[in-house]
């Protein structure tokens, strides 16, 4: 999880706590930064209202996605932007996976690929254009927020 001026900081805890942690000021990147991926929704909550606490505006001035499709994620006032993971899917191949090395100890571990879904909401847009001034006084450079 990275803060609106990069780094990967914060807790990583799975509540709001340690999205806002993340979305506090970090060392300057080489480019401008235009979106935070959280690790959990719990944190990207937590990283909308740090960005909200610094006056910025999702998704015109950074855009904020979490990971695994909570059910608040839906709701129409935070409309997060998410990946669902099939968790059913992941345990039931998890299982067969068990099962069939139980049957055939020799049988060589197999690798299941269970792709995730990103579910576009409202927390997201396009990428500002470089240079174009905005919201956190940006012309093509990074300024920390709250300055």
Do not use: W
């Amino acid at each position: 999880m990275a803060g609106p001026l990069g780094g990967s900081r914060g807790n990583h805890t799975p509540h709001e706590s340690g999205g806002a942690a993340d979305a506090e000021p970090r060392p300057r990147p080489a480019g401008p930064v235009t979106a935070i991926f959280a690790g959990n929704d719990l944190c990207a909550f937590g990283v909308l209202d740090a960005l909200a606490e610094h006056g910025l505006r999702v998704p015109a001035d950074m855009s904020v996605a979490g990971y695994d499709n909570t059910p608040v994620a839906a709701f129409r006032a935070v409309s997060l932007t998410t990946v669902e993971q099939f968790a059913t899917e992941i345990g039931a191949e998890a299982m067969r996976s068990v099962l069939g090395r139980v049957k055939r100890r020799d049988r060589p571990a197999r690798h299941v690929m269970v792709p995730p879904r990103l579910i576009e909401r409202t927390t997201t847009g396009p990428a500002r254009s470089p240079g174009r001034s905005d919201r956190l006084g940006r012309s093509g450079r990074e300024r920390s927020v709250g300055q």
